[in-house]
């Protein structure tokens, strides 16, 4: 099995980090837990390293404009993908459809744990292997991002990136703890296959990000002060 290592572009990771504490904070408008999932795109290029392993390299991620969203699943729309194939075509001809990532939020912390929110459901499976456009798209070799994440109650401490599995990246912003899943796609006897969450093929790049987090950095909006009079 070839070994495959997933290094994203400093635009790419912000898109996906931002769109999943965007779709998390959305409960501040709403009433607590309306939280949604978000998710969108995948765009770059497959390289094959001196190493042996195949590099995807994601350059660009896209948001969902149309997709369905809500608290425990996200539905993507084929027409909007089918759109931003012809629009990719002619702004980036250089960058390929490689997959598409989504968000898993949760409560808290024992939520994600006891969930083991960072893999991916059934509905994933199901919902990535009868996805014939990007199996197409991508030579039978798609990609799959899972970005899970959940506000921590506890102060955070001073943390690093670090590889949580060789395929998952765990990583802290403000309150909020995210862990990152590359999931790959192969075709063996004629049937589409995804790698695991352990034992997984897939090495995941750190982020080209300063994720050192600082104690004390909440994400969230504080209340206006009104001006003295
Ligand atoms: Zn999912």
Known sequence: MTEKRVRL????????IMSGLTAYERRHTKKEGSYVETGGELWGYVRRLPSGERLYYVEQATVSVF???DHESIAHSPDETAIKRKVMQRLR????????FHTHPYDDLPDVKSAAGWGYSPGDVEYWKGDDQVWEDTGNRPLFLILALCPLKRQIREAQQENFYVNILRFEIGHFRLWLHGVAGHVTNGQRRLSTTTHSTVHMDPLPLNLRNQPGSRLEERPPVSPKA
């Open 9 to 16: 572009s400093l635009g790419a990771a912000t898109d996906i």
């Open 67 to 69: 997709a369905r969203r």
């Open 93 to 100: 001809p250089e960058l390929t459809l490689l997959g598409d």
